[in-house]
C-alpha cells in the first residue's frame, strides 16, 4: 500500500484558496495524504470572499502550519480585492510574484507540481517558477479558461491586450506536462495553446447535501440559489424573470439567494424596486446549508450567456447533483445541455426574462412523479460522472504520455 511507503511521493500544490476557504481542493489534499504522499501546499493567508484575512490568521509575509497532515505554507495577501478592481489586479501580481519567491526558496524539494487553478491562470507562475529551477513536472487542473475569462468579464480583445495575454496563456501550458479540465467544452479553447494532453476531470460535490427525492412540505415552493453571488452570476434577469412569475401568480412561492458576492448590493436595490419575495439571507456555514437543501423544493442555476461561461460547468452543479431535486437551469451551452439531456430539471434562456419567468411557472406546476424522476435522474448521474474517488485516482494515475483531447477517458 502507498501509505507504507518509505520514501513517499512528494507533492507540491500551488491554490490560491485553501482551507478555511472552502474549495474542493481540501478534499484532494486530504485525499493525497490518506493516500500516503507527503504533501506541501504553497497559498495564501485565508480571505475569500470577503477580502478580510479570516479571523484567526495573521498577515504574515511566510507562515507555516499544518493541515490533516499535510504542510499548508502561507503568504501574506492583499486584502480589499473585494471592493476594488485595482487591489483584485495587484493581488493577482502579488500572488504571481511574491508567490514566486517563496517558492524558490522552499527549503524542501518535490517530485511533482501540481496546479489547482480556480481563477487567474497567473496563480501558475509560483509552481512554473519552482518547476523550472528544479526541473520538476507540473499539472494544472483548470477550473477557469484563459483567456476567455478575461474577456467574458468585459476586458477589451484590442492587440494591446490580446497578443501579450495569450503569449503567457501559451507559456503556462508549455510548461505543463497535462491539463486537467473540469468540463469538456473547455478544449475548444484550449486546443490553441497547447498540444499537451487535456484530461476531464470534473468536480465533485464538495458536501454531498443528500436530502431525498420527495418535495419538502412548504405552504410555497421554495427556489434556491446557493453560492457565489457575483456579476457573472446573472442574477439580475433571474430575479426579474420571477418577479414576472410572482405577479401572475403569487403562489408561485419564494426564491432565496444564499451566498455573498460582489453584485450582493445591487441585487438587495434591485429586490426593494421589484418588491418581491426574493430572499438574501447571506452567506451560511456547511451545517446552516444543510437545512436550507432540505427545505428548497428546486434548485437554481444561473449563469450570464458569455461564450466562456457556455462552456463552464460549475462545481455547484456536482452539488446540486447530491441534493436530489430538480434543478432550474437559467444558462446555456454545457450546463443547459446536461439538464435536458439527462432530465434533471427545467431549462431557461439566461437572456431572455420571459423565459426565466415561464421556467419559474412551470417548476411551480411539477407533479410529484415527475419531480420524483428528476431527483432519481439526478443521483444517476452523480454516481455515473462525479464520483470523487475515481475522479482523484485519474488525477493522481494519469501519466504525462496520456492522450485525451476531450471527453472521458
Partial sequence: MIAHMKNPRRILVVTERFFPESFIVNELVESLVQRGLSVTVLTQEPSYPRGRVFKGYKNKLVSIDGWHGARVVRFKTIPGYRDSLVIKLFNYLWFALYGSIVAVLLPW??????????????????????????????????????????????????????????????????????VFMTCTEFSKSLVRFTSKPLVYAPSWPMVPYVSGNTRPANELPVFLFAGNTGKVQNLENLIKGFAIAWRRNPQIGILRI????????????????????????????????????EQADFLVLSLASNEIFRRTLPAKFSMYLSVGKPILCAASGVCANLVGEHALGFIADPDEIGSIAEAFALAGKCPPTEYAQFAANAKNLLEKEFDQEIIIKRLIETASSAVLREGMP
Fill in 258 to 293: 444564499v451566498g455573498d458576492g460582489s453584485a450582493w448590493k445591487s441585487l438587495e436595490s434591485l429586490i426593494k424596486t421589484e418588491a418581491v419575495p426574493v430572499q438574501l439571507p447571506g452567506r451560511k456555514s456547511t451545517a446552516e446549508m444543510q437545512k436550507e437543501y
Fill in 109 to 178: 524539494r518535490f517530485d511533482d507540481v501540481f496546479i489547482f487553478q480556480t481563477g487567474p491562470l497567473s496563480m501558475s507562475v509560483p509552481a512554473i517558477a519552482y518547476a523550472k529551477l528544479h526541473h520538476r513536472p507540473v499539472r494544472i487542473w483548470t477550473q477557469d479558461v484563459w483567456p476567455d475569462s478575461v474577456y467574458a468579464y468585459g476586458f477589451g480583445q484590442g492587440p494591446f491586450l490580446r497578443i501579450p495575454l495569450e503569449a503567457f496563456v501559451r507559456w503556462v501550458y508549455r510548461a505543463v506536462e497535462v
